[in-house]
């Protein structure tokens, strides 16, 4: 009764003075409080004092670590689970995929699947929504799509995934064909169907279609507009280069802009380099979340863009005051089920000398196909020999180079960075996949990048 209403603090005390406790009570307890963000530590405590454990307290572990943003502990829970002969149910298999889906652990994923597969969990919708958005978080949108025509029934849930899906993969036109097909057959969208329409636009630079949905939404389907699309509008203005009607959006919007919104806007002035609105976009900005190192970063580089240096080192110094620390990029590459990390100029890993000398072959090759550096991604002034350096060193080179000399010859190479990978990276990976005839697809902080020979899924528009 006592975790039901919340009472953390009387549960506990209650739960401390039990003189027998069996498996159904310890689990009330660890269910309770790893359902709290403040409290995993003392779920944890919990789990680790259990004399005995059932499914149900592993499941709620692991369901409490993704919940909480800690998708590694959660696939160590659920590895600890097996080597203890745990058998998930299907509610542990959900978490476990959801964690699979935020590290972008395919390996996992995919056993995983066929554990569902030989279970008979495999047909059921939920884990099959699950799968869907596991396989197209990993970068297999192919087998995210068997899994959505496999399915014997499929709810707007599924629609919605796939629709999303193809948009972070760049494949608006199979989005928008998509939606069709689920008008077509009855299915009623909602607003996560329209969120994915409107990435999808947004990523391809579709702006007519963008506003025909957005449009269409209360027009058609009386759902009202959340934050989120309108987020999503801004977004496709503002990268399209719209960036005063996607101000005039914002001014006329029935609710209060938020810092996604306002941060498309700023994202939109960085692209297209238009200072004046970026100012005006960090004014909200800074009052809306002015610890967030993103927006002055952003502003930083729209001045160095500029080559209005003193106003950059100004935000810079600004950081500085103000405690804001830059939240440093880092890629990463999963490879025998062990995930390896970097940072731009990473000397840590055991392979560094390796990576370093693999990354200079691939540089020379690169250049003998006219390869130049693009230097004006390095928003310092500095020396042009200097920003080079800077360049060969960013964090999704080193992975490349990491991951074609540890994978299979022909098999793809599959990265995740928690920041936008910049131009230079961009032109250096479409080149590196036609040299070593290798798919390399790295997810970045909004979208999918499938780099094959030669070529980027997103059409060099993101």
């Given at each position: 009764?006592?975790?039901?209403?919340?009472?953390?603090?009387v549960?506990?005390?209650?739960?401390?003075?039990?003189?027998?406790?069996?498996?159904?009570?310890?689990?009330?307890?660890?269910?309770?409080?790893?359902?709290q963000?403040?409290?995993?530590?003392?779920?944890r405590?919990?789990?680790d004092?259990?004399?005995?454990?059932?499914?149900?307290?592993?499941?709620?572990?692991?369901?409490?670590?993704?919940?909480?943003?800690?998708p590694?502990?959660?696939?160590?829970?659920?590895?600890?689970m097996?080597?203890?002969?745990?058998?998930?149910?299907?509610?542990?298999?959900?978490?476990?995929?959801?964690?699979?889906?935020?590290?972008?652990?395919?390996?996992?994923?995919?056993?995983?699947?066929?554990y569902?597969?030989q279970?008979?969990?495999?047909?059921?919708?939920?884990?099959?929504?699950?799968?869907?958005?596991?396989?197209?978080?990993?970068?297999?949108?192919?087998?995210?799509?068997?899994?959505?025509?496999?399915?014997?029934?499929?709810?707007?849930?599924?629609?919605?995934?796939?629709?999303?899906?193809?948009?972070?993969?760049?494949?608006?036109?199979?989005?928008?064909?998509?939606?069709?097909?689920?008008?077509?057959?009855?299915?009623?969208?909602?607003?996560?169907?329209?969120?994915?329409?409107?990435?999808?636009c947004?990523?391809?630079?579709?702006?007519?279609?963008?506003?025909?949905?957005?449009?269409?939404?209360?027009?058609?389907?009386?759902?009202i507009?959340?934050?989120?699309?309108?987020?999503?509008?801004?977004?496709?203005?503002?990268?399209?280069?719209?960036?005063?009607?996607?101000?005039?959006?914002?001014?006329?919007?029935?609710?209060?802009?938020?810092?996604v919104?306002?941060?498309?806007?700023?994202?939109?002035c960085?692209?297209?380099?238009?200072v004046?609105?970026?100012?005006?976009?960090i004014?909200?900005?800074?009052?809306?979340?002015?610890?967030?190192?993103?927006y002055?970063?952003?502003?930083?580089?729209?001045?160095?863009?500029?080559?209005?240096?003193?106003?950059a080192?100004?935000?810079?110094?600004?950081?500085?005051?103000?405690?804001?620390?830059?939240?440093?990029?880092?890629?990463?590459?999963?490879?025998?089920?062990?995930?390896?990390?970097?940072?731009a100029?990473?000397?840590?890993?055991?392979?560094a000398?390796?990576?370093?000398?693999k990354?200079?072959?691939?540089?020379?090759?690169?250049?003998?196909?006219g390869?130049?550096?693009?230097?004006?991604?390095?928003?310092?002034?500095?020396?042009?020999?200097?920003?080079?350096?800077?360049?060969?060193?960013?964090?999704?080179?080193?992975?490349?180079?990491?991951?074609?000399?540890?994978?299979?010859?022909?098999?793809?190479?599959?990265?995740?960075?928690?920041?936008?990978v910049?131009?230079?990276?961009?032109?250096?990976?479409?080149?590196?996949?036609?040299?070593?005839?290798?798919?390399?697809?790295?997810?970045?902080r909004?979208?999918?990048?499938?780099?094959?020979?030669?070529?980027?899924?997103?059409?060099?528009?993101?």
């Amino acid at each position: 009764m006592y975790t039901c209403c919340g009472v953390t603090d009387v549960a506990k005390r209650f739960f401390d003075k039990m003189a027998e406790k069996d498996v159904v009570t310890w689990n009330i307890m660890i269910t309770h409080f790893s359902k709290q963000d403040d409290d995993m530590e003392l779920a944890r405590k919990l789990f680790d004092e259990m004399p005995e454990r059932s499914v149900r307290s592993w499941t709620a572990m692991i369901a409490g670590y993704v919940q909480c943003g800690n998708p590694k502990e959660a696939i160590r829970m659920f590895t600890d689970m097996e080597a203890a002969g745990g058998k998930p149910n299907e509610v542990t298999v959900v978490a476990v995929l959801a964690a699979c889906a935020d590290l972008g652990a395919l390996d996992l994923g995919r056993r995983v699947h066929e554990y569902l597969n030989q279970c008979g969990f495999g047909r059921n919708v939920r884990v099959c929504n699950t799968l869907i958005d596991m396989y197209i978080k990993c970068g297999c949108l192919e087998i995210a799509r068997d899994v959505f025509y496999e399915m014997k029934e499929r709810t707007v849930v599924s629609w919605s995934a796939m629709i999303g899906g193809y948009a972070m993969h760049g494949q608006a036109e199979e989005a928008l064909k998509l939606f069709s097909k689920m008008s077509r057959i009855g299915i009623r969208p909602n607003g996560v169907t329209f969120i994915g329409l409107l990435h999808a636009c947004s990523h391809m630079g579709l702006v007519d279609e963008g506003r025909g949905f957005f449009s269409s939404m209360t027009k058609d389907y009386e759902i009202i507009p959340q934050i989120e699309h309108y987020g999503c509008m801004v977004d496709l203005l503002s990268r399209s280069g719209l960036l005063q009607e996607a101000h005039e959006f914002i001014k006329n919007m029935p609710i209060k802009a938020n810092g996604v919104v306002w941060g498309a806007l700023l994202g939109g002035c960085k692209v297209h380099k238009n200072v004046e609105l970026a100012e005006e976009a960090i004014k909200h900005l800074l009052v809306l979340d002015p610890l967030n190192d993103g927006y002055y970063v952003v502003l930083s580089n729209v001045y160095a863009d500029a080559e209005r240096w003193e106003d950059a080192a100004r935000v810079r110094m600004l950081m500085r005051d103000q405690g804001v620390k830059k939240t440093p990029g880092w890629s990463s590459i999963t490879v025998d089920n062990v995930v390896h990390e970097f940072v731009a100029g990473d000397a840590t890993h055991p392979q560094a000398e390796e990576i370093y000398r693999k990354w200079q072959e691939l540089l020379e090759q690169m250049k003998q196909r006219g390869y130049v550096p693009d230097t004006k991604v390095v928003l310092l002034d500095m020396d042009e020999d200097k920003k080079e350096h800077v360049l060969y060193r960013h964090s999704e080179k080193l992975a490349v180079s990491f991951g074609l000399m540890n994978t299979p010859p022909g098999t793809p190479i599959r990265i995740m960075k928690n920041l936008r990978v910049c131009e230079d990276c961009h032109a250096a990976l479409k080149l590196i996949s036609d040299i070593v005839n290798r798919e390399i697809v790295v997810r970045d902080r909004n979208r999918f990048h499938c780099f094959k020979d030669g070529s980027c899924s997103c059409r060099d528009y993101w």
